[in-house]
């Protein structure tokens, strides 16, 4: 993965196994300890500091005594910031803030990384050449093997295949602070990683891909967790905004179903309005259409899924649902941004 010819002077330092700080923000969810241990059991080189960013909009929750404590002889190298709850852009930024190591890698609080994930982090490190501004880590989703993949399942999977993806991310440190970090506009765990890597190799650097491995597993969601996803259509609307209409190619990003979206919920729409003006055919019209676009969508989903009892009342349900949620959500987005202007790289 790369950009175009690097026009900035290389980041001056060693290529080799140089010190490196691991960021992680953190509403200190029960996966946590499970991240630290992980990072203390793994054979290698040490991270020179280990930032948690507390990032609880309450003021007065509690220390994180409980997850610290698996650290061991880590946890004298270990930073808590308050990160006042203003989202994961936010909170790195801050982690990004106390760091002094120059290579920052970002995981999120529900990875663990693989036993020789400090070894295989310094080596790829050391692999980056002096035009390479980042290098991402392999995630691994472990998935069920004897059944098809429940929806929830397949979201994870598909965002643990994305470029760039912050749950394992190594970056120069001077290099984030000269494209101005994470845009903190982006409040959600949601397309604010691929905006910073599009800055950075609009920067002229790149991002290459690295070998070490953090696992990432799918976490318990309830039935309407289809419904909250659709929330991140408002951050595509500030992707078109910043990166333009193109942003999609750029990152290499599946486009996903909005625009069949819009035009379901436009039909269904179109329907109600119809039907209250009387004009009966028109809106029968309308209203198939909206009908045959929600089943397809239903019956795409289904097929795909295991076939429970659950899965399949979940999916009919949240296929009505999920078009016109995902519309007004990108409406929203498109309003709240609509005097974004586009991205310009910064003079360093």
């Not at 003021?59 to 190298?77: F, I, N, T, Y």
């Not at 625009?259 to 919920?265: E, I, Q, V, Y």
């Not at 990108?330 to 202007?341: F, I, N």
Request: hydrophobic residues 45%.
């Amino acid at each position: 993965m790369s950009g175009s010819a690097p026009r900035r002077a290389a980041v001056t330092g060693s290529t080799g196994a140089v010190p490196y700080a691991v960021v992680v923000p953190t509403l200190v969810r029960d996966t946590l300890a499970d991240c630290l241990a992980a990072l203390a059991a793994a054979t290698g080189p040490a991270p020179q500091e280990i930032v948690l960013v507390d990032d609880r909009p309450d003021a007065d929750h509690g220390p994180l005594e409980h997850p610290l404590s698996v650290l061991g002889d880590l946890r004298d190298r270990t930073t808590v910031v308050p990160g006042g709850g203003h989202g994961p852009a936010a909170a790195r930024n801050t982690g990004l803030r106390a760091a002094a190591s120059p290579w920052v890698v970002f995981l999120d609080d529900d990875v663990q990384v693989g036993p020789h994930w400090c070894e295989q982090v310094v080596r790829d490190l050391a692999d980056a050449g002096p035009d390479t501004a980042g290098v991402q880590g392999v995630i691994a989703v472990p998935l069920p093997g004897e059944r098809r993949l429940t929806d929830w399942e397949r979201e994870t999977a598909g965002r643990a295949r994305a470029r760039w993806t912050t749950a394992d991310m190594a970056y120069r440190t001077e290099v984030l602070k000269r494209v101005g970090g994470f845009d903190e506009r982006f409040r959600r765990a949601w397309r604010e990683d691929t905006d910073l890597a599009l800055r950075v190799l609009d920067a002229g650097w790149r991002i290459q891909q690295g070998r070490r491995t953090t696992r990432h597993a799918v976490r318990p969601a309830g039935r309407w967790v289809s419904l909250r996803v659709q929330r991140g259509t408002a951050d595509d609307a500030l992707m078109r905004h910043l990166h333009g209409p193109g942003w999609w190619e750029k990152a290499v990003a599946p486009r996903g179903r909005l625009r069949a979206h819009l035009t379901t919920t436009a039909a269904g729409a179109a329907a109600c309005a119809l039907a209250v003006a009387g004009r009966r055919r028109a809106a029968t019209a309308a209203a198939l259409g909206w009908a045959a676009a929600t089943a397809e969508l239903a019956r795409e989903r289904i097929t795909a899924g295991p076939r429970t009892r659950y899965e399949v009342t979940t999916m009919l349900a949240t296929s009505v649902l999920i078009p016109p949620t995902a519309t007004w959500h990108w409406l929203s987005g498109r309003w709240r941004h609509r005097h974004t202007p586009a991205w310009r790289e910064v003079a360093v």
